[in-house]
């Protein structure tokens, strides 16, 4: 088995974490309050990952250090509205809408570094923008506020994918993904005090999934993604991201019996074609070009 095989497999290991996490996240929600459960959950997954890379922070810059707060506070907007917003939506909906994120990278790009976007990023713009109105826009013209939530952790969240293309190549990649994990966990700490203060949880069940998306979902989730994208193509890595919906969708309909009626069915096989058109056609369009990918 070779390197690029092995890296496609550890991706794909990556986003089945992450696609069974939005319903241990919705299942602490029970438990706990939003600001607390982020706090918890990223502050044990830096403790973890600061202890694997203690030997790196020798390396630490200020420059790396900045880049790693400004990812880390986009990242936590991103995560403060998904995880606010999966408490008033499906599980697969949640999945689906996050997923949106890829599809509006392109777009955002045009603002942040004046890229000029391809026509299948347009496309695929386009089309998810319709699945997602499928899938959030009921009879009568009835917006879902979980779904609207989560819509905004999707554009945090592919901010935070343009700037960490931008600043992992200027900086230490992994002290930057180590220490942004802890820049979302210690302002969910911080922002407890809206919520009454912090608490610790008692519940075993809490626990179970919070060390599960604290270990798997997150410190071993950025550990991998950073080091498997240096042996496999984009073509690859976005062919993997896209199946995150499909597996939260999947665990949703096996574990909690979440169905989706025919619109939102529609809806979420748009939003599939417009992620493959926006990140994985412009990609196959390279290889067959200029076989670099």
């Given at each position: 088995m070779n390197k690029q095989i092995k890296a496609d497999i550890s991706l794909l290991l990556v986003t089945l974490g992450w696609g069974i996490s939005f319903i241990l996240t919705k299942d602490t929600l029970d438990f706990m309050k939003p600001f607390?459960?982020?706090?918890i959950r990223f502050l044990t997954a830096f403790f973890l990952s600061a202890i694997f890379f203690l030997k790196r922070f020798k390396d630490l810059d200020k420059k790396t250090f900045k880049?790693?707060?400004?990812?880390?506070?986009?990242?936590?907007v991103g995560y403060l509205f998904?995880?606010?917003?999966?408490?008033y939506t499906t599980v697969t909906n949640s999945g689906f809408i996050t997923g949106f994120s890829v599809v509006i990278v392109?777009?955002?790009?045009?603002?942040?570094?004046?890229?000029?976007?391809?026509k299948s990023a347009i496309v695929g713009t386009i089309l998810a923008i319709i699945g997602l109105s499928l899938m959030s826009i009921k009879p009568g013209f009835k917006i879902n506020i979980g779904d609207t939530l989560t819509l905004i952790s999707a554009f945090a969240f592919a901010t935070h994918i343009i700037l960490t293309g931008e600043f992992s190549k200027e900086g230490k990649p992994i002290l930057i993904g180590v220490i942004q994990i802890g820049v979302v966990g210690f302002l969910g700490l911080?922002?407890?005090?809206?919520?009454?203060?912090?608490?610790?949880?008692?519940?075993?069940?809490?626990w179970k999934n919070i060390l599960f998306l604290a270990t798997v979902c997150t410190a071993?989730?950025?550990i991998i993604q950073t080091v498997a994208q240096k042996y496999t193509t984009a073509t690859h890595t976005a062919l993997i991201y896209i199946t995150e919906p499909v597996f939260?969708?999947?665990?949703?309909?096996?574990?909690?019996?979440?169905?989706?009626?025919?619109?939102?069915?529609?809806g979420a096989i748009l939003i599939l074609i417009g992620m493959f058109n926006a990140e994985v056609f412009p990609n196959l369009k390279k290889y067959f070009i200029n076989k670099k990918i």
């Open positions: 607390n459960f982020i706090g880049h790693a707060v400004i990812l880390g506070t986009v990242l936590f998904q995880t606010i917003g999966i408490q392109p777009i955002i790009a045009i603002f942040l570094l004046k890229h000029k976007p391809e911080f922002s407890t005090i809206f919520e009454g203060g912090f608490i610790i949880p008692t519940e075993i069940i809490v071993a989730a950025f939260a969708a999947m665990f949703a309909y096996v574990l909690i019996n979440e169905k989706l009626d025919t619109q939102s069915i529609i």
